[in-house]
């Protein structure tokens, strides 16, 4: 009982530790680690909603959001990421500013379907 006390403990301080190296990053790398997982973060929500959203729309709608869609992750990387010669690079600011903003948009949208209808003229 006491090395699963201990355990726990380690666990509990590792991940405080880990929050507080996000909120005080040593370098450019423990940014970049802390910022990819908000990204990911993001990343995984937006998934989520779009999927409930698109469980909501007729057909027409589906059409509408999954154009739309693609259509945003087309923009989002042209704007958010190059290619040179010594590398490909991502502006992880900015796709994690863009990701969040394309979801708030798929909240909207969802939360219009399920209080006064959906409009796929909106999507």
């Not at 201990?6 to 370098?27: F, H, I, M």
Request: net charge neutral.
């Amino acid at each position: 009982m006491k090395h699963l006390a201990l355990l726990v403990l380690l666990l509990v301080s590792g991940s405080v530790a880990a929050n507080s190296a996000c909120d005080t990053p040593k370098n450019d790398f423990d940014g970049l680690y802390c910022l990819n997982k908000v990204y990911q973060e993001a990343d995984k929500e937006i998934n989520e909603q779009y999927k409930k959203l698109y469980a909501q729309l007729d057909s027409n709608g589906k059409l509408a959001l999954k154009t739309g869609q693609l259509a945003w992750i087309e923009t989002r990387n042209t704007k958010c990421s190059k290619h040179e010669t010594d590398g490909f690079y991502v502006n992880l600011n900015c796709a994690t500013d863009t990701t969040v903003e394309r979801l708030r948009f798929i909240q909207d949208r969802h939360r219009e379907c399920s209080s006064s209808g959906c409009q796929n003229s909106k999507l």
